[in-house]
């Protein structure tokens, strides 16, 4: 049974930062993506940062380049989303989910969702003014 489930969320002000971590177990597959999305209240869910597990391959939304940053240890099956410079419009549950296997690292590229599965129970942030 695949089990996705993600830590690190919490509060904080204004250029603040945070690190969302996202342990997978029992997906029984080698290259394929990972993707941290966040759906904040009224809103549909965006892709917010991807990476490939076979090559470290990533891809940021714009709103985030050079804020968050996504990392990889595939030997524990561990995956992070840095948060840095938070704004208020970070504001938002962040959920990490693996893509269907691909052997294309261009898969992971775009945010859209369509590709991903076992979603867990998801991490809140919030950024205050």
């Known amino acids: 049974t695949e089990v996705v489930a993600e830590s690190g969320g919490g509060s904080v002000q204004t250029g ?12 029984p597959y080698n290259t394929y993506c990972i993707g941290w999305f966040r759906q904040a209240p009224g809103k549909g869910r965006e892709g917010v940062a991807t990476i490939y ?3 470290g391959e990533t ?10 940053t996504i990392s990889q240890d595939n030997a524990k099956n ?19 989910a693996p893509s269907r296997p ?15 599965g076992y979603w867990g129970q998801g991490s809140q942030v919030t950024v205050s003014p």
């Open 16 to 27: 603040g930062s945070l690190r969302l971590s996202c342990a997978i177990s029992g997906y």
């Open 53 to 55: 597990t076979g090559g």
């Open 59 to 68: 891809w940021y939304a714009d709103s985030v380049k050079g804020r968050f």
């Open 78 to 96: 561990m995956y992070y989303l840095e948060m840095n410079n938070l704004k208020p419009e970070d504001t938002a549950t962040y959920y990490c």
């Open 102 to 116: 691909t052997p294309d690292p261009r898969r992971c590229s775009g945010g859209d969702d369509s590709g991903f």
